[in-house]
């Protein structure tokens, strides 16, 4: 086999490999720089195109086979969440009708928030449960991406009008007729809310609640204790398998409270004075 010059070392056939040269490892950084990139490029456009896409299309046509597809979705995942198992079965809780969605062209469309703007599989899809010896509400929502305020969080307006139209609706149920409207509401927000799962809603007269922890109503909700009497309570909460005995405060999303103009049967003492 020849050899190479005295001092070089010996390569077979006399050839000495061809070792890259700066210029061409400057190249082939370049191309894998470009190549890297145009994946990243390519793979971020297609994620913002199928999000965007999402967030930007419109509400599907109430009626419509996409629509109904998605509707059947959802009330598979309401069905298989846990706290509604233990509302069907249990004949105390008593459903209450959801007003329908309204088509177009239906005579008031939208005269109605919730169950008529919002509904939809984008939007708002609720079950109402009422138990009228405990005066409590119980709603199985489900909240679409259509009603998001930051990106994949349902907007706080959203949940404070959820929570105080089943104020609303307890207090119709539980105070005297004649009562006036809401003049005080209070709502905290504690975790966000994700859009595209289910939550439990809450809502029950203040003077029928009790804390576990011995925590006083008036101190949790921050209530003045002269509210308690015409107050209702209401709070928004995931289920949690991780927890084993999950607290209020491991669970709850957002609560509050509000105070109405009851009018209740006044007595008259032994002196004809009001008590």
Not at 19 to 24: D, L
Not at 255 to 273: A, I, M, S, T
Request: aromatic residues 10%; proline residues 7%.
């Amino acid at each position: 086999m020849p050899q190479a010059e005295t001092g070089t070392r010996s390569y077979p056939f006399n050839v000495a490999p061809n070792f890259p040269t700066e210029t061409t490892l400057r190249r082939r950084l370049w191309n894998a720089t470009g190549l890297a990139s145009c994946s990243l490029l390519f793979g971020f456009g297609a994620g913002t195109g199928l999000i965007t896409w999402a967030y930007l299309h419109g509400p599907f046509e109430a009626g419509s086979e996409e629509e109904n597809e998605m509707l059947e979705e959802i009330t598979e995942m309401m069905n298989e969440y846990p706290a509604m198992e233990v509302l069907l079965n249990d004949p105390e809780w008593e459903e209450w009708p959801v007003p329908p969605r309204m088509v177009s062209g239906d005579a008031g469309k939208g005269l109605h928030f919730v169950t008529g703007t919002l509904t939809g599989s984008k939007g708002i899809i609720q079950r109402i449960f009422f138990h009228r010896n405990l005066g409590m509400l119980t709603m199985i929502v489900y909240f679409g991406n259509g009603i998001e305020g930051w990106p994949d969080v349902v907007h706080g307006g959203i949940l404070s009008t959820m929570l105080k139209e089943a104020m609303q609706r307890v207090a119709s149920e539980v105070f005297p007729p004649g009562t006036g409207d809401l003049h005080k509401l209070a709502i905290q927000f504690k975790r966000k809310v994700v859009p595209g799962e289910v939550y439990t809603l809450y809502a029950l007269p203040a003077s029928n609640a009790a804390l576990s922890n011995g925590e006083s109503i008036e101190s949790l909700y921050k209530m003045q204790p002269t509210e308690r009497r015409d107050a209702i309570i209401a709070y928004i909460e995931r289920g949690d398998a991780s927890v084993d005995q999950p607290t209020f405060d491991q669970t709850t999303l957002a609560f509050g409270y509000g105070v109405f103009r009851v009018r209740h049967p006044f007595q008259l003492d032994e002196h004809g004075n009001i008590t």
